[in-house]
């Protein structure tokens, strides 16, 4: 059995919560829940991104202390533990002292001619955090925030990025660092072999207003926000102690995965890997690329006023068909859409096809058999291996699939044995149809846990006793609750 250690991206906490962040959360604990299942020893890490300077900038739009600001905005992104019904099992705020610790331990670990001093000028964006080049520039505005750049001149750290060029590739091409889905492995590789140029990872104290990781030996420098928000993944392990923890689910474990959305790609897939390269640490094997989500065919923007809030999705619609609907809908690795209609034909499928199965066998079982069915084996193990393959490639969706050819060919069986009709004609094979379409709820019952946790649960619950419970709807019609 592997060791396995699962991370999700850390979030700036400038903002709310949006599905974006539930997504990614949601799909880490499908991973942690499958794999525990399996017997593998399991940890699964979020946290925040406290010290970036859009943080900063945020508080101080709000007019608040930028520790207290950043304190109570980490909490929230926290929470969508309970909210999400998430089994990560620890957070980490780049604010702790075990992360300042780490950060600086790492830098200080990195290979001496790979850090350079250099006079810099740049075109840089404060929304991106990062200096662009000339060719990326459109009309001497940010690409993605499309304001002008700033001009930033001054002394600061570089690292040589340029001479880990070669590596990286063979890494990403022999997939020692496996990257998921093929066409971001394609496109890192294609950055790659643009060619990799040497970057700046320090900044002046007074541009970083003083907020950030200082650079070990170097007052007036702290780190590059990368350099240090990366650094969280192995802190949280306790890196800077050198913690049982960190040998456990770093330097031993089989898988090290990092799941990601793909905005941040370069940077777990290039600067990442070269920083623990340089230091000599072992680096991720693993890195999936989720994904971006759209809100009824359109952009997610403040500016036209369509972030949902994960908060208001679970009021809606209930945790487990808000899980659902992320794991089921979005095809691997390719982008999304979340829409009220399709949320609605989603939760129908659970209601009619998972829910009205699971009632239907358990009200025949009790009104012909006083609910107690024989124990029969169901054969799975073609499944398993189909599910297993899925879940190698992240393929949350297909997962989902597979358990649902099992809930379409049980509710097929009952169309075609009528078991409603056998119990008054031939009792023994009416058994027998209801006793097998226990024995395969069951198994669903299993397969879901990751997916539906609390709706899982329940179906076990009923089902394995010594007689099946008949009892409300696990999934309530929706058009029956707006009445009410
Ligand atoms: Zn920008």
Same mark, same amino acid.
């Given at each position: 059995?592997?060791?396995?250690?699962?991370? *999700?991206?850390?979030?700036?906490?400038?903002?709310?919560?949006?599905?974006?962040?539930?997504?990614?959360?949601?799909?880490?604990? #499908?991973?942690?829940?499958?794999?525990?299942? !399996?017997?593998?020893? &399991?940890?699964?890490?979020?946290?925040?991104?406290?010290?970036?300077?859009?943080?900063?900038?945020?508080?101080?739009?709000?007019?608040?202390? +930028?520790? +207290?600001?950043?304190?109570?905005?980490?909490?929230?992104?926290?929470?969508?533990?309970? !909210?999400?019904?998430?089994?990560?099992?620890?957070?980490? =705020?780049?604010?702790?002292?075990?992360?300042?610790?780490?950060?600086?331990?790492?830098?200080?670990?990195?290979?001496?001619?790979?850090?350079?001093?250099?006079?810099?000028?740049?075109?840089?964006?404060?929304?991106?955090?990062?200096?662009?080049?000339?060719?990326?520039?459109?009309?001497?505005?940010?690409?993605?925030?499309?304001?002008?750049?700033?001009?930033?001149?001054?002394?600061?750290?570089?690292?040589?990025?340029?001479?880990?060029?070669?590596?990286?590739?063979?890494?990403?091409?022999?997939?020692?660092?496996?990257?998921?889905?093929?066409?971001?492995?394609?496109?890192? !590789?294609?950055?790659?072999?643009?060619?990799?140029?040497?970057?700046?990872?320090?900044?002046?104290?007074?541009?970083?207003?003083?907020?950030?990781? $200082?650079?070990?030996?170097?007052?007036?420098?702290? #780190?590059?926000?990368?350099?240090?928000?990366?650094?969280?993944?192995?802190?949280?392990?306790?890196?800077?102690?050198?913690?049982?923890?960190?040998?456990?689910?770093?330097?031993?474990?089989?898988?090290?995965?990092?799941?990601?959305?793909?905005?941040?790609?370069?940077?777990?897939?290039?600067?990442?890997?070269?920083?623990?390269?340089?230091?000599?640490? $072992?680096?991720?094997?693993?890195?999936?690329?989720?994904?971006?989500?759209?809100?009824?065919?359109?952009?997610?923007?403040?500016?036209?006023?369509?972030?949902? *809030?994960?908060?208001?999705?679970?009021?809606?619609?209930?945790?487990?068909?808000?899980?659902?609907?992320?794991?089921?809908?979005?095809?691997?690795?390719?982008?999304?859409?979340?829409?009220?209609?399709?949320?609605?034909? =989603?939760? *129908?499928?659970?209601?009619?096809?998972?829910?009205?199965?699971?009632? =239907? +066998?358990?009200?025949?079982?009790?009104?012909?058999?006083?609910?107690?069915?024989?124990?029969? $084996?169901?054969?799975?193990?073609?499944?398993?291996?189909?599910?297993?393959?899925?879940?190698?490639?992240?393929?949350?969706?297909?997962?989902?699939?597979? +358990?649902?050819?099992? &809930?379409?060919?049980?509710?097929?069986?009952?169309?075609?044995?009528?078991?409603?009709? !056998?119990?008054?004609?031939?009792?023994?094979?009416?058994?027998?149809?209801?006793?097998?379409?226990?024995? #395969?709820?069951?198994?669903?019952?299993?397969?879901? #846990?990751? &997916?539906?946790?609390?709706?899982? *649960?329940?179906?076990?619950?009923?089902?394995?006793?010594?007689?099946?419970?008949?009892?409300?709807?696990?999934?309530?019609?929706?058009?029956?609750?707006?009445?009410?």
């Amino acid at each position: 059995m592997p060791t396995r250690y699962i991370t *999700a991206s850390i979030p700036y906490v400038n903002a709310e919560p949006h599905i974006g962040h539930a997504l990614e959360f949601v799909e880490v604990d #499908m991973l942690l829940r499958y794999y525990r299942a !399996l017997g593998e020893t &399991v940890r699964g890490q979020y946290g925040s991104d406290d010290n970036s300077l859009k943080n900063v900038r945020a508080a101080q739009a709000a007019g608040e202390d +930028v520790e +207290v600001y950043v304190a109570r905005h980490s909490q929230v992104f926290k929470e969508l533990q309970g !909210l999400l019904n998430l089994s990560f099992d620890d957070y980490i =705020r780049t604010r702790e002292d075990r992360h300042m610790r780490g950060a600086q331990k790492l830098w200080s670990l990195m290979n001496p001619e790979d850090i350079y001093v250099k006079e810099y000028e740049g075109l840089y964006c404060v929304g991106c955090e990062i200096f662009y080049t000339d060719k990326d520039v459109v009309e001497g505005s940010c690409p993605i925030h499309k304001r002008p750049l700033e001009i930033v001149k001054e002394e600061n750290f570089f690292f040589k990025l340029s001479k880990y060029q070669k590596v990286l590739e063979d890494l990403i091409v022999s997939d020692k660092l496996k990257v998921v889905p093929e066409s971001r492995k394609n496109e890192a !590789l294609g950055f790659i072999r643009q060619g990799l140029e040497d970057f700046s990872i320090s900044r002046s104290v007074a541009r970083a207003e003083n907020w950030g990781v $200082p650079v070990p030996g170097d007052e007036g420098q702290v #780190m590059y926000v990368w350099v240090d928000a990366l650094s969280n993944y192995i802190n949280a392990l306790g890196f800077a102690d050198n913690d049982q923890a960190y040998t456990t689910f770093w330097e031993k474990a089989e898988v090290r995965s990092h799941v990601i959305g793909k905005d941040i790609m370069r940077f777990h897939v290039i600067y990442w890997p070269a920083f623990l390269l340089s230091a000599g640490l $072992p680096l991720p094997t693993e890195v999936f690329v989720h994904g971006f989500l759209t809100v009824e065919g359109e952009k997610m923007s403040k500016s036209i006023g369509n972030v949902i *809030a994960p908060k208001d999705l679970v009021a809606d619609f209930g945790v487990d068909a808000v899980r659902y609907y992320f794991l089921r809908e979005l095809p691997s690795g390719a982008d999304g859409d979340v829409s009220k209609a399709r949320l609605e034909e =989603r939760y *129908a499928e659970l209601a009619n096809d998972l829910g009205n199965l699971m009632g =239907r +066998v358990a009200a025949m079982s009790n009104k012909y058999f006083e609910g107690a069915v024989d124990k029969v $084996p169901f054969d799975h193990a073609e499944l398993d291996v189909r599910m297993g393959e899925a879940l190698k490639q992240y393929d949350f969706k297909d997962y989902i699939d597979t +358990v649902w050819t099992v &809930v379409n060919a049980a509710n097929l069986k009952i169309q075609t044995e009528e078991p409603f009709k !056998l119990a008054k004609t031939d009792p023994v094979a009416a058994k027998k149809s209801l006793s097998e379409l226990a024995a #395969m709820i069951v198994w669903i019952g299993h397969a879901l #846990m990751p &997916v539906i946790p609390a709706a899982a *649960a329940e179906i076990l619950r009923r089902y394995t006793g010594d007689k099946l419970i008949h009892g409300e709807p696990l999934f309530p019609r929706r058009d029956q609750e707006i009445k009410e």
